[in-house]
């Protein structure tokens, strides 16, 4: 299926979740806000670059974290950059880091985000825009893994849908940020089990975190009944035996997880997939912005690259330049309707 179809059947009738685009991101003006990293370039020309900081805007443990480290090891190890320290500025589903990003003065700066990340500034009424900064690349896609403690008395999606319905606010679901991916496959669960939208927020007792080790935390010590993440964040403790997966939100299963059923294996009609990429600050030289392009698809073509994807269960997705724009701009606007869809904003 392609991804387009995939993401207009959820937005109508049998809401489903995929990814594209089509429409321009408007990108802020072209004046550069810093200099890069490197040697001087000729007039009208990037210098090259010999180093850049990369940001996770979210806690470690997560899948920003978990990219962002990936992004920083493969430049240097493949001596693409000679320096890629990465920092981690969390809260606020990645919208402080995003505020962060908007007042820094290094063209040469990588923030990883994704479609928390735009959930995010919607449900949380960000200043900074993510438009407002400078789109490099989409990279990954993945599906998430609803878990339950490996003692839950859930057996199944359904079983964990119905008790939601039944008990609401007794249920306790964790996930990553407000109004993110994982708060939405949420609320999609319940609105495709009857409950309205404006019920939803009352419904649902969802447990925010700004960092995937804790989620994990609350999991292992039964402080909540259910949780949903990226496979890759959750994968090593439902093999371990210490969670137990009821099912992925992929068209197929996840190849970390092969045994997990999907989502529409179990009788729902929701298929959703995780998206993460890299932007820039805001107002960086079309030299500037071109430079990073070419930097991250310099990192995407690399073995090692290859081998972090295979490792972490992620897809590669890569998108770079103006069709990630236009991806952007759609998934902003799609996934806003998202929200107003199942209640989680007005």
């Known amino acids: 299926m392609h991804p ?17 685009g089509a429409a321009a991101l408007a990108l802020a003006a072209c004046s550069s806000t810093g200099t890069p990293s490197g040697s001087a ?15 996770a805007p979210a806690d470690p443990g997560g899948g920003w974290d978990q990219t962002a480290r990936e992004i920083g090891r493969v430049l240097t190890e ?29 063209a ?41 403690p490996a ?29 993110g991916i994982d708060h939405i496959l949420a609320g999609l669960l319940l609105t495709e089990a009857g409950v309205t939208p404006d019920e939803v927020p009352g419904t649902l007792n969802y447990i925010a ?28 403790s439902v093999l371990s035996g210490d969670l137990r997966a009821l099912a992925v939100s992929g068209a197929e299963p996840a190849e970390a997880l092969p045994d997990v059923p999907t989502i529409q294996d179990e009788g729902i009609d929701i298929e959703l997939t995780n998206w993460r990429g890299v932007i820039a600050p805001g107002g960086i030289s079309d030299g500037e912005r071109q430079a990073l392009i070419d930097l991250v ?9 290859a081998e972090a994807l295979a490792a972490k269960g992620w897809t590669d997705a890569f998108v770079p330049g103006d069709d990630f724009d236009a991806f952007l701009a759609e998934e902003i606007t799609l996934t806003t309707e998202t929200l107003r869809t199942i209640g989680l904003i007005e």
């Open 41 to 55: 370039a000729p007039e009208g020309e990037a210098a090259a670059i010999t180093a850049v900081k990369v940001i």
């Open 209 to 236: 975190n700004s960092g995937g080790g804790e989620a994990l935390t609350l999991l292992l010590g039964n402080t909540v009944q259910a949780g949903i993440s990226g496979v890759g964040e959750f994968s090593e």
């Open 108 to 148: 040469n700066t990588l923030m990883v985000m994704g479609s928390v990340m735009v959930g995010a500034v919607e449900t949380n009424a960000s200043d900074v825009r993510i438009e407002e900064m400078t789109p490099i690349a989409k990279l990954t896609e993945e599906p998430l893994v609803i878990v339950v």
């Open 151 to 179: 003692d839950s008395p859930y057996e199944t999606l359904q079983d964990l849908v119905d008790a939601i319905v039944a008990e609401g606010q007794g249920v306790a679901v964790t996930g990553g940020s407000a109004g």
């Open 4 to 20: 387009s179809t995939a993401r207009s059947k959820r937005i109508s009738s049998s809401i489903r979740v995929g990814l594209a």
């Open 78 to 106: 493949d001596s693409i950059v000679s320096s890629a320290p990465v920092s981690n500025i969390g809260g606020a589903g990645g919208t402080v880091g995003l505020a962060n990003l908007a007042t820094e003065t290094d």
């Open 297 to 305: 698809t310099e990192l995407q073509g690399t073995e090692a690259w």
